[in-house]
């Protein structure tokens, strides 16, 4: 199947600092990527959904200067994390979606685990 | 607005015997439906999908879905289950060109 994949898979900063997390689909292009936040033991939160050359479209409650996402190429997305603070520590997952021949189908990251201090 | 319920947090089954993880979901319209597995500390794996079509849909590993239209059902299903399927199962509906949305997964565990 496609492949998605996410550096770093995980990192611990100090807090007040930033961290970026790359996304990147590696056998298709992603016109449409997605950032998603999941806490332990719980199912998914959409944070955003990035599109290739235009802004993102943040969900309801996610602050969009705090997490800064840059979709600069079909196959590239970044997660900024600004100013981390430890309530930011979670699990990231990243998604893009294969529109082409396998016809429409996301596909996910590994996932990077942030630890802030 | 669409939406997906996982019912069973918890799972358990013997190895070697049939296990089914449940999901039913609600949209307006006709509904694209996706199952994920996820292992700890790991991403969503795509295990299978129902665009149209059949309503019995094979994927990954050996499982199987089977997309019911009047009980708005789409139950993961594997006819032998082995210890390495325990995991996270995500069931996930997507309307048209909106974002997908999760249920709320459910562990299964399958003892030796």
């Known amino acids: 199947g496609a492949v998605v994949s996410q550096h770093p898979s995980w990192v611990i900063c100090k807090s007040g600092t930033s961290v970026k997390i790359e996304c990147r689909s590696l056998?298709?292009?992603?016109?449409?990527m997605f950032w998603y936040r999941q806490f332990p033991k719980q199912s998914l939160m959409l944070m955003a959904t990035s599109n290739e050359g235009s802004k993102a479209t943040y969900e309801q409650g996610v602050e969009k200067d705090k997490f800064l996402i840059n979709h600069a190429s079909l196959t590239l997305s970044t997660l900024t994390v600004t100013s981390a603070h430890p309530e930011d520590s979670s699990f990231y997952i990243c998604?893009?979606?294969?529109?082409?021949?396998?016809?429409?189908?996301?596909?996910f990251g590994p996932g990077t685990r942030l630890t802030v201090l | 607005a669409q939406s997906v319920a996982q019912p069973e947090d918890q799972v358990n089954v013997a190895e070697g015997n049939p296990l089914t993880v449940k999901c039913t979901y609600s949209v307006s319209g006709n509904p694209y439906l996706f199952w994920y597995v996820q292992y700890p500390n790991r991403g969503l794996q795509f295990l299978l999908k129902?665009?149209?079509?059949?309503?019995l849909v094979k994927g990954s590993y050996g499982f199987e879905a089977e997309f019911n239209k009047s009980q708005t059902s789409f139950h993961l299903k594997k006819p032998s289950a082995l210890v390495s399927d325990s995991a996270l199962y995500f069931c996930?509906?997507?309307?048209?060109?909106?974002?997908?949305?999760f249920g709320a997964g459910t562990r299964l565990t399958v003892k030796p």
């Open positions: 056998d298709f292009q992603a016109t449409t």
């Open positions: 129902y665009i149209t079509g059949d309503n």
């Open positions: 998604s893009a979606r294969d529109y082409t021949g396998r016809a429409d189908t996301q596909y």
């Open positions: 996930a509906v997507r309307e048209g060109d909106v974002d997908m949305r």
